[in-house]
């Protein structure tokens, strides 16, 4: 089983919903691998926003009301087999943060002509997050998972 590990700001709004959708189209694909997330300025234990929530459960069928975020921390990356950062920025800080992970560190952007560094929707309305979890979505379709695991 793989380790992948989303990182954004706060893991409350990109890295948790990416971590849900991620490991639903896991789970209906069939692919060995589970996602987690943690955030470099994140404050352990806050929930996932309510729009992040309400997206996943009507969009995606996925609950994420338990969600708690994490601060990001060599353990995290250590765990990890692969980290994925929803923006470059995010990559430039873990990989400057943590020199020693910089090579399983990408940027969502990365994975092909259908993923790009994913806007932060933190404070949006209801569409902004359904768009947001859609590219989120399209991105995953397009990375040979397979491949890069």
Not at 79 to 94: R, S
Not at 95 to 123: H, I, L, S, T, W
Request: proline share 2%.
């Amino acid at each position: 089983m793989k380790n992948i590990l989303f990182v954004c700001t706060g893991n409350t709004c990109r890295s948790p919903m990416a971590e849900a959708i991620a490991n639903k189209f896991f789970k209906e694909r069939g692919i060995a691998a589970v996602a987690s997330s943690c955030g470099i300025y994140a404050t352990d234990g806050s929930e996932a926003s309510k729009n992040a929530m309400a997206i996943m459960k009507n969009a995606y069928d996925t609950d994420i009301s338990d969600h708690r975020a994490r601060i990001v921390c060599e353990e995290y990356l250590a765990a990890a087999d692969i980290v994925i950062a929803v923006t470059e920025g995010h990559k430039n800080h873990l990989c400057a943060a943590y020199p020693g992970y910089a090579d399983k560190v990408y940027a969502m952007g990365e994975f092909g002509e259908e993923c790009c560094d994913v806007d932060d929707p933190y404070g949006g309305s209801l569409e902004i997050y359904k768009e947001t979890a859609a590219q989120i979505q399209r991105c995953f379709e397009n990375i040979d998972w397979e491949g890069c695991l």
